[in-house]
């Protein structure tokens, strides 16, 4: 048998488990670094690298595919990997059950997409946290301005218009100017000025964003669908990544953590809510979308109101419906390739 190297990464150092044979393992403590790494893979030459999903294992698993070494990536929030009921787990233990899962071909492992995407994929997550940190500041703002007596009128981004930036603006003061009876208008100043920083960070990464996203040809294809737009086309296209890799919608599904959850023993066999595993954002970009698509795509308003059955208590369970069909139908279209037809695309979707 040829050597597997597993690695429990660590932010500083990496404990090591090398698996030779029949003999015991060796255990090693190495640098988290790509030239420690690249020293250890050369000298190991192993068969297989094993390491567990984390911050740094995009480039260790670079490092491999440029060596032609073969790595698997473990999946630490399946339910085989988690750790219960134990009495001892540390780095060489990590490691050690890394290889030994490995080896038994019992290793739940998780897709590693190439550089680009994964940077593409962060820049959309980088997005996803500005919108939510304008989001807190306009909500500071608005307790800001309620602790003072003058309550801001209106919810929602529209209510952030031109004639509000300039109603607040004129009320702000620079902090170093304010008596201590009207601290609340430098903290207002402080607090426009972090909200137009945002907005400006936002614009920017937009416009990257809707330049990558013109020039791929899968997010062109998925905004071919009525209702769909860039940020859920992209996000899309980076999560899936190769649709080769599903073989049916049922794992589709499954990946977004759009299924029930699954109760059987005995006589007993029921369904719970949904699993919430995948990619957040993708999840609740599906979501959000598939609320707007009762008024902008017949196709899926149909569905919607199948599930709803006029019913406002199936309103959410309609909408996850409706969610798993939309993202079905986009993998089915970047599988085969081929643009929105309407319901004609519904049996190879379904």
């Given amino acids: 048998m040829a050597a597997i190297l597993a690695l429990d990464l660590g932010k500083n150092?990496?404990?090591?488990?090398?698996?030779?044979?029949?003999?015991?393992?060796?255990?090693?403590?190495?640098?988290?670094?790509?030239?420690?790494?690249?020293d250890l893979f050369v000298e190991v030459a192993p068969q297989a690298v094993v390491i567990e999903v984390g911050s740094v294992c995009g480039w260790v698993c670079d490092l491999c595919r440029a060596l032609g070494i073969k790595v698997a990536v473990a999946?630490?929030?399946?339910?085989?990997?988690?750790?219960?009921?134990?009495?001892?787990?540390?780095?060489?233990?990590?490691?050690?059950?890394?290889?030994?899962?490995?080896?038994?071909?019992?290793?739940?492992?998780?897709?590693?997409?190439?550089?680009?995407?994964?940077?593409?994929?962060?820049?959309i997550e980088y997005r996803t946290s500005l919108v939510r940190r304008r989001t807190a500041v306009r909500n500071t703002l608005h307790a800001l301005m309620l602790r003072e007596g003058r309550a801001l009128e209106g919810r929602g981004a529209a209510a952030w218009t031109h004639q509000r930036w300039r109603t607040l603006s004129a009320l702000a003061r620079p902090m170093a100017e304010c008596s201590v009876h009207e601290l609340w208008r430098g903290m207002l100043a402080s607090e426009l000025r972090a909200l137009e920083q945002l907005q400006e960070l936002i614009a920017q990464t937009e416009m990257k964003l809707d330049e990558l996203g013109a020039a791929n040809r899968n997010v062109q294809l998925l905004r071919t669908i009525p209702g769909v737009g860039p940020r859920?086309?992209?996000?899309?296209?980076?999560?899936?990544?190769?649709?080769?890799?599903?073989?049916?919608?049922?794992?589709?599904?499954?990946?977004?953590?759009?299924?029930?959850?699954?109760?059987?023993?005995?006589?007993?066999?029921?369904?719970?809510?949904?699993?919430?595993?995948?990619?957040?954002?993708?999840?609740?970009?599906?979501?959000?979308?598939?609320?707007?698509?009762?008024?902008?795509?017949?196709?899926?308003?149909?569905?919607?109101?199948?599930?709803?059955?006029?019913?406002?208590?199936?309103?959410?369970?309609?909408?996850?419906?409706?969610?798993?069909?939309?993202?079905?139908?986009?993998?089915?279209?970047?599988?085969?390739?081929?643009p929105w037809h309407g319901p004609a695309r519904r049996s190879q979707a379904s």
């Avoid at 150092?13 to 690249?38: G, Q, R, Y």
């Avoid at 919430?276 to 196709?299: I, K």
């Avoid at 199936?314 to 798993?324: D, N, Y």
């Fill in 232 to 338: 859920l086309s992209e996000v899309v296209v980076a999560v899936i990544d190769d649709p080769a890799r599903f073989k049916n919608v049922r794992q589709v599904g499954a990946y977004a953590g759009l299924v029930p959850r699954q109760y059987e023993s005995g006589q007993l066999s029921r369904q719970g809510r949904i699993t919430g595993r995948g990619n957040p954002l993708l999840r609740a970009l599906l979501m959000e979308v598939s609320w707007l698509m009762r008024v902008h795509n017949p196709h899926f308003a149909e569905v919607f109101g199948k599930v709803e059955r006029g019913t406002k208590a199936r309103r959410k369970i309609a909408a996850v419906a409706t969610s798993r069909r939309l993202l079905v139908t986009c993998w089915a279209m970047l599988r085969d390739q081929s």
């Fill in 75 to 123: 999946n630490t929030n399946d339910d085989r990997w988690v750790w219960r009921n134990v009495k001892r787990k540390t780095d060489r233990d990590d490691a050690r059950k890394l290889a030994e899962m490995y080896l038994a071909g019992k290793l739940p492992e998780v897709h590693m997409p190439m550089p680009e995407v994964r940077q593409w994929r962060s820049l």
């Fill in 13 to 38: 150092k990496s404990v090591s488990c090398l698996v030779k044979n029949d003999a015991e393992p060796i255990f090693d403590t190495h640098a988290t670094s790509p030239a420690a790494f690249h």
